[in-house]
């Protein structure tokens, strides 16, 4: 169907040439990779293109180049007919909506979303603050169990918190570490390239939110209520952040 389309509506099929640069400029990939993109005779489908992207560029099944491609790759198949059903709902005027799985997402820039938090800090001071982005971060956490549930089964922790967290952004999972003291059970996750402490720097940890996803993420995992500590922040002077999460037996 959307072949179809794209053969008879030029128009459209440059229409969504663009979409797929935005997105894969969204998403980090390198110029030279985009450029290669722009190339390609949007008469195929999107499946197609991600063929040839593959045949051209083995090594990304190799790199972290690849969840970048799986993220652009949500454009295919169903977010792109919605798109060209809202196109054409609306007169064949673009709505600049940006889909991901026929969902609906919005991106900014991280400082933005610092500034954002600053905001809050300030109204309603650092305690409350803290408390609130952590929560934001288990709703986070959980949904991203709910996303890797498959992965956790066979692989390691780590990668499996890893491959779900660094397709949004979050960062590496570099390790999760699991200790047994008996009545209690820590985990302490170090993560790499985290984007709250950013170009930060503090007198104290300030990564509460990914303390939230990597305890709301364990909480998940472990059906028990857990605590959580950033023991090492970048924004500190800390090269990894490194959180801690325990529960009791
Ligand atoms: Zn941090």
Known sequence: MIRDTF??????????????????RFVGLSEG???????????GTYQDNLRILYREYPQLSQNSDYSRIKSVRLLSGAAL?????SYERNNGHEIPELLEDGERILS???????????????????KVT????HQIGQEIGSTAF?????????????????RVLSIRGWGQVLDLEKTDHGSRVTYVCTVKGCPLCYKRVSTSPACDIMRGIVSGWLKSLVQKNVESIENACVATGS??????????K
């Open 130 to 133: 803290k408390m609130i982005l």
């Open 146 to 162: 709910n996303c890797s549930r498959d992965q956790i089964l066979s692989d390691n922790l780590a990668e499996a918190l890893d």
């Open 7 to 24: 053969k008879s509506n030029p128009g459209l099929c440059e229409l969504f040439k663009r979409k797929i640069l935005e997105r894969a």
């Open 239 to 248: 090269p990894p952040c490194v959180f801690q999460v325990t529960f009791r």
């Open 33 to 43: 990779l985009i450029d290669f993109k722009a190339q390609i005779d949007m008469e």
């Open 108 to 126: 900014f820039p991280v400082n933005t979303f610092q500034s954002i938090i600053d905001c809050v800090t300030a109204m309603v001071g650092e």
């Open 81 to 85: 007919e919605q798109s060209w059903r």
